[in-house]
């Protein structure tokens, strides 16, 4: 099986399919520490992220922003000082796509490579 952070991202429209919730439950099980969270009518993938300070956590925000900028997706960011929130759905669906799965994968992948 692939991992979820190795899948591709493909390009999304307004008529692309939102994920199915019983899919969604099992591709959190994947996702340890995300949770849905829907904000304004629309499911949102959620997680914080800890650091030992402001500047450990602003390289994190920047590797994301890289990431982001890679596969033209681009997250909700919350910086602080030791920590990090970052939120992932897509525009076009007003919802969630396979590609917030993956990029949330990778963000979590991003934060284990850090130590």
Excluded: Q
Aim: net charge negative.
């Amino acid at each position: 099986m692939i991992e979820l952070a190795d899948r591709t991202c493909e390009a999304c429209k307004a008529d692309s399919p939102a994920v199915a919730a019983n899919e969604r439950a099992e591709l959190l099980t994947e996702l340890s520490g995300w949770t849905c969270v829907p904000s304004a009518g629309v499911d949102r993938l959620v997680a914080s992220f800890d650091f030992d300070d402001f500047v450990g956590a602003l390289a994190f925000v920047r590797s994301i922003a890289e990431l982001a900028e890679a596969e033209n997706h681009h997250p909700r960011l919350v910086l602080e000082w030791g920590r990090v929130e970052a939120s992932w759905w897509t525009h076009a669906i007003r919802g969630l796509h396979m590609n917030d799965f993956i990029m949330a994968a990778r963000t979590s992948a991003l934060y284990r490579a850090r130590e």
